[in-house]
């Protein structure tokens, strides 16, 4: 499983001592975490900006920052070689 580098999104900070240190969205206390798992549990983006007072900006900004650091890069091109059964 691929890890984010959350150091690299600007709407969310970790500070030590502030959650334990874990990535929340920038001036508050919620979790980035938390927004991802009560949306894999079924909530709507509307229901989690209500039910965790955060706004569509801040939830779109980590969205699209996690959907960018998972896209698949590109693969390399693949180059014919010729094999025979001794080199492999």
């Known amino acids: 499983m691929t890890t ?3 150091s690299q999104c600007p709407a969310v900070e970790s500070i030590p001592g502030k959650v334990s240190g874990a ?3 920038r001036d508050t206390r919620l979790p980035v975490a938390t927004v991802f798992e009560n949306l894999e549990a079924g909530l ?3 229901e989690v900006m209500e039910e965790f007072s955060v706004t569509r900006e801040q939830i779109n ?3 699209r920052f ?3 650091s998972l896209a698949a890069p590109s693969p390399p091109p693949v180059h014919a070689t ?3 059964a001794h080199s492999l």
């Open 23 to 25: 990535w929340v969205f």
């Open 82 to 84: 010729t094999a025979d």
């Open 4 to 6: 984010l580098d959350w």
């Open 61 to 63: 900004a980590v969205l």
């Open 66 to 68: 996690a959907a960018k």
């Open 44 to 46: 709507t983006v509307e």
